[in-house]
T-cell receptor, first 114, second 114 residues
Framework: KAGVTQTPRYLIKTRGQQVTLSCSPI?????VSWYQQTPGQGLQFLFE???????NKGNFPGRFSGRQFSNSRSEMNVSTLELGDSALYLC?????????????FGEGSRLTVL | KQEVTQIPAALSVPEGENLVLNCSFT??????LQWFRQDPGKGLTSLLL?????REQTSGRLNASLDKSSGRSTLYIAASQPGDSATYLC?????????????FGTGTRLTVIP
């Protein structure tokens, strides 16, 4: 079955702009989580959505936001981009969410902020 | 806050060797621990998931153990192959930190030399 799909794969923005990234989970998975990966900070949890509700949030500023649609697809948005937002943004899906099981990751969206 | 450490940061071995990767975590109140591999520029692939009540999991040439009380996990790779070359990440999910809020180590970059 198809895996987690993230679009776009690569994008370049300038400081002050905003960006929207999209994630389609594995069919039947209802939980979607987002992570930021940078060389300096490694992988850090952004937020998790389940049934269109944000259930959990990491320690990121309010410029980072997300949402989930009724078909479980999710988007994340970063407003007023800063140079430090350059990173690989990874989306992961799981069947039910909660403290249950395996996360399946997409290939990521690589954002470069100039 | 949970801190996850992986040692060594990088490892080179000749093909065919057995090897062990180490992961330690500071807060033993975890729900599960997962091992992932990440190829350059790619997303994460789940290798093994160990629930906190389990001691080990095996998949093919991979065996992961968990000692929750001492805050340690090891990933054993038997008969290493060049295709095993990747960065290996361990991640723990706390039982108090909410759904899918995984804390990741910084990874071990493995190179298997033909």
């Amino acid at each position: 079955k198809a895996g987690v799909t993230q679009t776009p794969r690569y994008l370049i923005k300038t400081r002050g702009q905003q960006v929207t990234l999209s994630c389609s989970p594995i069919s039947g998975h209802r939980s979607v989580s987002w992570y930021q990966q940078t060389p300096g900070q490694g992988l850090q949890f952004l937020f998790e959505y389940f049934s269109e509700t944000q259930r959990n949030k990491g320690n990121f500023p309010g410029r980072f936001s997300g949402r989930q649609f009724s078909n479980s697809r999710s988007e994340m948005n970063v407003s007023t981009l800063e140079l430090g937002d350059s990173a690989l943004y990874l989306c992961a899906s799981s069947l039910e969410g909660g403290l249950t099981g395996e996360l399946f990751f997409g290939e990521g969206s690589r954002l470069t902020v100039l | 806050k949970q801190e996850v450490t992986q040692i060594p940061a990088a490892l080179s071995v000749p093909e065919g060797e057995n090897l062990v990767l180490n992961c330690s975590f500071t807060d033993s109140a975890i729900y599960n621990l997962q091992w992932f591999r990440q190829d350059p520029g790619k997303g994460l692939t789940s290798l093994l998931l160990i629930q906190s009540s389990q001691r080990e999991q095996t998949s093919g040439r991979l065996n992961a153990s968990l000692d929750k009380s001492s805050g340690r996990s090891t990933l054993y790779i038997a008969a290493s192959q060049p295709g095993d070359s990747a960065t290996y990440l361990c991640a723990v999910e706390g039982d108090q930190t909410g759904a899918n809020n995984l804390f990741f180590g910084t990874g071990t970059r493995l190179t298997v030399i033909p």
